[in-house]
């Protein structure tokens, strides 16, 4: 029997096509703090956000920011819980918490951390490009005092900062060197570039990542680990994060979904899936079985509904009613060979991810589809069930729902006409 590798050419793996990361990938998590920003989620119940916190440590997603203490006494209620859930519970996930460059939004990170015992990074932002300068009237020197003041200050308190500029993806080069030059000059271990409102294209991403690279982090001679966080407004969010990770980022940012301000945040379970699939470690032996329930309790927590035409997790992604793509992926199962299965009409294996292949009955369908349908369910595909269960199939302008398929069943069983 031919090797599953032996019956698809990857055009993916031709030299130059392949993606060769800095060393092994880090995520983080925003789903709990950025995600929530989209203006139609329900903030979850702290319950929720506690399960959503043990699936992201079962897909051993590497640092999750846990909220925004600057925001409110219910975000710091929150946030502290669930690094209290971290330090109890001894999770390897590193939280982080996001701040603006100021003093009133730092301390309570690090209140929350000395409660706690366990350390959380700060996250502390600030706008960069021009268009934001010029509608805030903020000069570069008030943004590098800010920068100098926000960073020296995190790291009085023994904490580590993450320095992040905001919009750096409409940044000019000379701003995005001085900021980012300052802040680890000041003590950041680890920058994160922003694309804030999806601006970017892939070659714009490696093409700014590079600069940092170049002109930011190598002449510094400090150890900085570089940061992608990417949004959807121009549907390149994912795509944009495996540049990032071609051109030398080391851990892309995401929220499970994409949820989060305007159209989102870059899809991190559509990442996680691409991680997997191109041989990333550590991600090409992780399991990801759990990637489901992850995005399930997400939608339930925050009310956003998953489309059915999502990738990978929507309803439709493994599903077919269509004669042509049903009838070989049929033909795999009678091979015994269920990863051919899950391979012959899908890019995507659905058994690593826990899921499988799904066979409906439409207007669009074979007979082999009904066959299947019947076989899979213990019921005997007869000659005259077949052909009633597709002619009904056939006069309908959708699938058909299990309930209508077993009526069909019984009223043929019964002798019955339809």
Same mark, same amino acid.
């Given at each position: 029997?031919?090797?599953?590798s032996e019956?698809i050419?990857d ?12 060393g ?9 703090r950025?995600?929530?920003q989209s ?11 506690l399960?959503?916190l ?5 897909l051993?997603?590497?640092m999750a ?8 006494p219910?975000?710091?209620?929150d &946030?502290?819980?669930?690094a209290?859930?971290?330090a !109890?519970?001894? #999770?390897?996930?590193?939280p982080n918490c $996001? /701040?603006?460059t100021?003093e009133?939004?730092i301390?309570p990170?690090a209140e929350?951390s ?5 350390p959380i990074a700060?996250a ?5 490009s021009p268009i ?5 009237n903020w000069?570069?020197?008030?943004l590098l005092r ?6 020296t200050?995190i790291?009085s308190?023994g904490?580590?900062a993450?320095?992040?500029t ?7 080069p ?9 802040a680890?000059?000041?003590g950041?271990t ?5 694309d804030t409102?999806?601006?970017?294209t892939?070659g714009?991403v ?5 600069f940092v690279?170049e002109?930011v982090?190598?002449p510094?001679g400090?150890? &900085?680990?570089?940061?992608?966080h990417?949004h959807? !407004?121009?549907? #390149? ?5 495996l $540049? /990032?990770?071609a ?7 995401g929220?499970a979904l994409g949820?989060?301000e305007?159209?989102?945040n ?7 899936v691409?991680?997997?699939l191109?041989g990333?470690?550590p ?5 990801l079985?759990k ?7 997400v939608?339930?927590?925050?009310g956003?509904p998953i489309?059915k035409?999502?990738p990978?997790?929507g ?7 269509t004669g042509?793509h049903?009838?070989a992926?049929?033909k795999a199962y009678?091979k015994g060979?269920i990863?051919l299965a899950n391979s012959?009409?899908s890019?995507?294996?659905s058994?690593?991810?826990?899921l499988?292949?799904i066979i409906?009955?439409g207007p669009?369908?074979?007979k082999?589809n ?6 899979h ?5 007869s000659?005259e069930?077949?052909?009633n269960?597709?002619?009904r199939?056939?006069?309908?302008d959708r699938c ?10 019984q009223?043929?069983s ?5």
């Open positions: 029997m031919l090797k599953h019956l050419y055009w993916n793996t031709l030299p130059g096509s392949e993606i060769h990361p800095a092994e990938i880090m995520l983080d998590d925003e789903t709990l950025d995600g929530l203006p139609s989620v329900k903030d979850p119940a702290i319950g929720e956000k399960e959503i043990h699936l992201m440590e079962e051993r997603i590497n920011d846990i909220g925004l203490p600057g925001a409110g219910r975000a710091v209620a &946030v502290e819980r669930l209290r859930e971290i !109890d519970s001894k #999770l390897k996930i590193k $996001a /701040a603006r100021h009133n939004d301390r990170v929350i000395q409660r706690v015992g366990i700060v502390c932002f600030l706008g960069s934001r300068r010029y509608t805030e000069t570069d020197d008030f800010t920068t100098e003041k926000a960073v200050y790291r308190l904490m580590e993450m320095y992040v905001e919009d750096t993806s409409r940044c000019d000379e701003t995005v060197k001085r900021l980012y030059s300052t680890i000059g000041c950041a680890s920058i994160v570039i922003c409102v999806g601006h970017a892939p714009g490696q093409a700014l990542i590079r690279l002109e982090v190598k510094s400090e150890k &900085v680990r570089v940061d992608w990417g959807s !407004d121009r549907g #390149l969010a994912v795509a944009n994060s $540049a /990032a990770l051109a030398g980022a080391n851990c892309v940012h929220t949820i989060g305007r159209v989102g870059t899809q991190l379970d559509q990442v996680l691409n991680l997997k191109m990333l470690q991600w090409a032996e992780q399991d079985t990637l489901k329930d992850y995005c399930m309790a939608s339930n927590a925050t956003v489309p035409n999502y990978v997790m309803e439709d992604a493994f599903r077919t009613a042509v049903a009838a992926v049929i009678k060979d990863e012959v009409y890019g995507v294996p058994h690593y991810f826990g499988e292949q409906e009955i669009m369908s074979g082999s009904v066959v299947y349908w019947l076989e369910r213990g019921i005997a595909p000659e069930l077949v052909d269960i597709f002619q199939a056939k006069k309908s058909l729902t299990e309930e209508e398929l077993l009526s069909c069943c009223k043929v019964a002798g019955s006409t339809m």
